[in-house]
């Protein structure tokens, strides 16, 4: 594989256009999401922003706690969901195999000598949806005591793949970071760049992120489950895309077959934060069909296709405890966006 590239592409940057609008220009009521404005302020101490996404354009902006427009977040796990995407492209672009493949064909130079005999029956599927039944503990706050002991290691790939995997739990959800971290490890073994190079070519340029970082493993692979860190406005640009089925500006950047897939259940996951699709949350939420890509701390980017709308959060990552801004959105947000699709019937 070629060699990771220099963490930070770009040390500052202004942030690239997107298209903007009035709360009122699309039927939304200032007031009410000047009320969460307020509520973020009081309540959320550690929140570093709050952007609204609706019909395609950014009708909503705020900052906290001394960030900006371009302030870098620390996204945390919803590293998951862009490299999700990042496969999705090396498929379409035949660089990947079948998702019924095997990880021993995919990590064949990495597959330990004494691995364990269910191994072939792991498939790139089970890593995208979670399911691969590899032996790992997940607290009820997706808290993983085992990570501790993967990050130590400086071989994350041989590690990944020498954990014992369990047969009753091969097609079982858990919540389970090294199965992202392959699919970081696959790009690379498939296209001979790293995820973030990978990233800064087909998916960053198209959407216009030129200010970015991701973090590289000790073998120099991107962490594919932790590690990016991008500002909030390409966050959006990033949701608004795979709302708008994979295309920016009118021209395809993510394949829409892949997204369909993606942002759909494609495992059971916890009554907390919902289904999985590919890296991906689904559910519903005050009847609103969602996806979401979420990170420790409240790092958030949510779909609401029926509502046309996509929401970010970001926030200080560096807690071990942290309020989630859900409620914001069941008590505010929704209700407001709903209101306008109403009126607009």
Known sequence: MVKSQTILHSPVASSPPIPVAEPEDVGLRRDALDQVDLIIQKQYPKMRSFLLLHAGKLIYERYYGGHGISSLNDLRSATKSFTSALCGIALSRGELPDLKA?????????????????????????????????????????????????????????????????????????????????????????????????????????????????????????????????????????????????????????????????????????????????QWWTGIQNGSVYALAHGHGGQQIYLFPQLDAVVVFTADSKVSRWKNPRVLLERHILDTLKSAAASAE
């Open 102 to 278: 095997s990880v021993t064909d995919i990590f064949q130079r990495y597959v330990p000598q004494q691995a364990h005999p269910l191994l072939r029956s792991v498939s790139f599927h089970h890593l995208l949806t979670m399911t691969s039944g590899f032996a790992w503990q997940t607290g009820k706050k997706l808290g993983e005591p085992l990570i501790h002991r993967f990050h130590r290691n400086r071989k994350w790939t041989s590690f990944a793949l020498s954990l014992p995997v369990f047969e009753q739990e091969i097609g079982r959800f858990q919540y389970r970071s090294t199965d992202s971290h392959l699919l970081s490890v696959a790009i690379s073994e498939a296209t001979g760049m790293d995820a973030y190079a990978y990233a800064r070519k087909y998916l960053f340029e198209p959407l216009g992120i030129r200010h970015a970082a991701w973090s590289p493993s000790p073998e120099g692979h991107s962490m594919g489950h932790i590690g990016l860190y991008l500002t909030s406005r390409d966050m959006a640009k990033f949701g608004q895309c795979c709302l708008d089925g994979g295309l920016w500006q009118g021209k395809p950047v993510i394949p829409e077959t892949w997204l369909k897939q993606a942002l759909t259940p494609q495992a059971k996951g916890y009554p907390a934060f919902g289904d999985y699709g590919f």
